[in-house]
């Protein structure tokens, strides 16, 4: 054997697997992160010791993927979190696989990849069931739907700890805001634990989980998605509460987005955790003479739609210019630098110098139609782009009544198509808000057929799709529409967007051919009630929810 000290990892790519192919070896896939400590720790533990390096070398072909430039890989061979270590075919099958796996775990599993592939070849290999090509459990979308997520929320909460789960403890955003308008307790006393637990007093933003039930053994990894997501709710809490212990959060960690993770262009992926424990116990003039963090400077697309949609709701309820700002120069990126570059409406997920990125995955996509609405509902811009990337996204990625999460090509299992739950539930909520600001109700008949597609198994959802039931529930009832013909930023307007309801749509600058100027109209069904002051507008809110 060689005396080889180094694993030679290949590109994710077709070449990897015609070389799998031409020597007859199993590929071994590992699934990586920039911001995950245990992907670096396998790295210099695994796959540095010398015979396990020579080993892969000599029996394997080695791939490295970063989770994050590649999704639609993550999810296809993702074997529970962080590193993931998979064993494939030539073909792209999966013959088994593993998380972390230390020197002695990881001589073991090889040992026994190579007995198998010895005995069965590409036989061996398998597909999972997502990937089988069966037909979604579609049914009818009914209040059933929201009825069990809600029962789910009260079954799976921790009473003692807040949070739902038994074990480790996510943030989960989508759920909070979800619980916000049913189990209101429940949502904010959540909120109180991610923020006493989760929040970096020092620098601000979140980490991204803790591994017991009592918040304690926090993973320090900040992850631009979560972050975003949890501005959101933070916000939304805000809103229904007028509790500056909900409002100060968000802020801290819009001033974290804006500054530790900026890039001048927008907001990179991630920061690692330190590589000593103590750097979070560290205050701002220690941390300042010590070793930073690993940071991942990517622009995303998707990740950057999740903040300016954030950035911008906050603007909404607080008037602050700085995240207005901001949202802005990250939705101006957005449409020149990945939005339509590879043709009108397509999303690009990353360019980062010759590194580009794949284009029209789902996941962009919706994030993306989502920002932009945001920005009409806020800033009375946004609509044409919103419009562009959801025709793109339902022509190319809609069919047999769902979403795929991509192009149905590409290496490995990427040609089978994947029907993810939660990225179809992003999507839908995007294209509900779409219909009412764009007036077109295609957009809502296809978010109804996506939510529709997977009713048949909606008794077995859990709480971590939450959503589904919330997108379920505006489907079922007509939506909190307000038009408002009156100018942007105006009192109206900005009453209108305050609102305590954060699923309402805001129509903005409404067309005064309609509407009377100056007026402000909540909609029911084909009922208009006008209001001309924001203290009108509220009481016709208020009305309205005692009906």
């Not at 590992?30 to 911001?35: E, F, G, K, V």
């Not at 192009?407 to 089978?416: Q, V, Y």
Request: with cysteine; hydrophobic share 40%.
């Amino acid at each position: 054997m060689d005396d080889q000290t180094h694993v030679e990892w290949r590109e994710w790519g077709q070449a990897a697997f015609d070389e799998a192919q031409e020597s007859n070896k199993p590929v071994l896939l590992s699934l990586s992160a920039t911001w995950c400590a245990s992907c670096h720790e396998m790295d210099t533990e695994t796959y540095a010791e010398p015979r396990i390096a020579a080993n892969v070398n000599d029996g394997f072909v080695p791939v490295r993927v970063d989770v994050d430039r590649h999704p639609r890989v993550r999810e296809r061979y993702n074997m529970g979190g962080f590193p993931t270590t998979a064993f494939l075919t030539p073909e792209g099958k999966l013959l088994t696989g593993a998380m972390y796996l230390g020197p002695d775990g990881m001589r073991q599993v090889l040992d026994r990849v190579r007995e198998m592939w010895d005995a069965k070849g590409s036989e061996a290999g398998r597909v999972p069931r997502a990937l089988a090509g069966n037909p979604t459990p579609s049914s009818e979308v009914t209040p059933a739907i929201e009825e069990h997520l809600a029962g789910q929320l009260s079954e799976k909460y921790d009473e003692r700890f807040a949070g739902w789960g038994s074990d480790a403890k996510f943030p989960m955003a989508r759920t909070v805001e979800f619980a916000l308008k049913r189990e209101r307790e429940q949502a904010l006393r959540t909120l109180d634990a991610v923020r006493d637990h989760l929040f970096d007093d020092v620098a601000g933003g979140f980490f991204r989980y803790a591994g017991s039930r009592d918040w304690s053994d926090v993973h320090h990894e900040k992850r631009l998605d979560a972050n975003a997501t949890l501005v959101r709710a933070f916000a939304n809490a805000y809103l229904y509460t007028g509790d500056e212990v909900y409002r100060e959060p968000a802020a801290r960690t819009v001033d974290y987005l804006t500054d530790e993770l900026w890039t001048g262009l927008g907001v990179g992926g991630s920061q690692g955790p330190a590589e000593g424990r103590d750097y979070y116990l560290l205050d701002a003039e220690e941390r300042a003479e010590t070793r930073r963090p690993r940071t991942d400077l990517t622009v995303f697309a998707g990740g950057n739609a999740l903040a300016a949609d954030a950035l911008l709701t906050y603007h909404a309820y607080t008037d602050d210019e700085h995240a207005r700002e901001y949202g802005r120069r990250i939705l101006d990126t957005l449409q020149t630098d990945l939005v339509g570059r590879e043709r009108e409406g397509v999303v690009t997920r990353f360019v980062a110098g010759d590194d580009v990125g794949e284009s029209l995955l789902l996941e962009d996509h919706a994030r993306v139609v989502a920002a932009f609405c945001r920005a009409q509902q806020v800033l009375g811009e946004g609509l044409d782009v919103a419009r562009a990337v959801a025709d793109a996204a339902v022509e190319e990625l809609f069919d047999e009544g769902s979403f795929r999460d991509g192009p149905a090509a590409g290496p490995g299992m990427l040609d089978r198509p994947l029907r993810p739950l939660d990225g179809n539930v992003e999507m839908a909520d995007a294209l509900l808000d779409l219909a009412v600001l764009a007036d077109d109700e295609s957009y809502r008949d296809v978010a109804h057929d996506a939510v529709g597609a997977f009713a048949g198994a909606a008794d077995r959802i859990g709480v971590q799709v939450a959503g589904y039931g919330g997108v379920a529930a505006r489907l079922c009832r007509d939506p909190l529409v307000v038009a408002v013909a009156d100018d942007v930023g105006s009192d109206l307007h900005r009453a209108a967007l305050r609102i305590a309801d954060h699923e309402k749509v805001v129509v903005p600058a409404a067309d005064s051919d309609d509407y009377e100027a100056g007026t402000a109209y909540l909609l029911d069904g084909d009922e208009r009630r006008p209001a001309q002051t924001p203290e009108e507008l509220m009481a016709t809110v208020a009305e309205h929810a005692r009906l």
